[in-house]
């Protein structure tokens, strides 16, 4: 049935409002074109619902921070040394004692040079020759220098001393006229630390000479560190009567002529 009005057929129906209004940013129904299509001259929507596109952000290029890179490497070098450090300790001190002796730059060893020398138990009375000076071995007296961690301010005898290095002391000598900073420095290394010894010596062709029962280090000063690595290494291991042998009850008193006290064979000598 066709409904027929006004003004002729080809006239539009009336539209009845509804009361509701089309929604923002979009066209009314009847503004569309057929099919749904934007028709030309429409802009495209966007999001927003603004008829243009977003502008892009402008990326900003900053430079690096170098000052924590830095920290990290550092910290980085660090842990590496303090753990290659603690490897290469570890290593050294798995070695044979005789092994990390030998290692000490400088050092001569009469047990390979001369065993003959580093024989134990060779006790006798009166004054010995030796060839090596300051002794590092061989011949001595029955009695040996109390080596309880002593600081004798004169010369000891030889033979009591050698005695004292047979019982795994290390005994430091010095020249009488080392500086006193200097002697000071060895007197704290020595003072009061059983097996263990010091005394000035005449002669010396270095400021300063170690001894350890086999071994001999020179040295020109106090501060240097190879002092420390002999006595760490040598003092108690290079003894050849085990480490329990006596340092206390010793010889006292100084001077280069032996004290001639009977074939003690290491038993105490009382002052």
Request: charged content about 20%; glycine content about 12%; hydrophobic content about 35%.
């Amino acid at each position: 049935m066709s409904i027929s009005t006004p003004g002729g057929p080809e006239r539009r129906p009336t539209v009845v409002s509804t009361g509701k209004k089309p929604a923002a940013g979009r066209p009314a129904a009847a503004d569309k074109p057929a099919g749904g299509k934007a028709g030309k001259g429409t802009p495209r929507q966007t999001a927003g619902g603004k008829g243009r596109k977003p502008v892009a952000p402008v990326k900003v290029s900053q430079g690096r921070s170098w000052g924590p890179i830095a920290l990290f490497v550092a910290v980085g070098v660090l842990a590496a040394g303090i753990i290659g450090y603690g490897a290469w300790a570890a290593y050294k001190g798995s070695q044979p004692w005789q092994d990390r002796a030998d290692a000490i730059s400088g050092v001569v060893d009469f047990r390979k040079k001369d065993k003959g020398l580093v024989q134990g138990g060779q006790h006798q009375q009166g004054t010995i020759k030796y060839d090596v000076l300051p002794p590092v071995a061989g011949p001595h007296n029955p009695a040996w220098q109390n080596c309880m961690g002593d600081v004798y301010d004169a010369p000891i005898a030889n033979e009591h001393a050698v005695h004292s290095l047979e019982h795994g002391t290390v005994w430091i000598t010095y020249r009488p006229d080392l500086p006193a900073d200097q002697v000071a420095k060895l007197k704290a290394k020595v003072q009061g630390k059983e097996k263990l010894m010091l005394s000035p010596f005449d002669g010396l062709d270095k400021p300063i000479s170690l001894q350890a029962w086999g071994f001999q280090l020179k040295v020109d000063n106090a501060d240097d560190s190879r002092i420390d690595e002999f006595i760490k290494t040598l003092r108690v291991n290079a003894s050849v009567e085990g480490p329990n042998a006596n340092c206390a009850q010793g010889v006292t008193a100084t001077g280069t002529t032996p004290r001639d006290l009977g074939n003690q064979m290491d038993q105490p000598v009382q002052q």
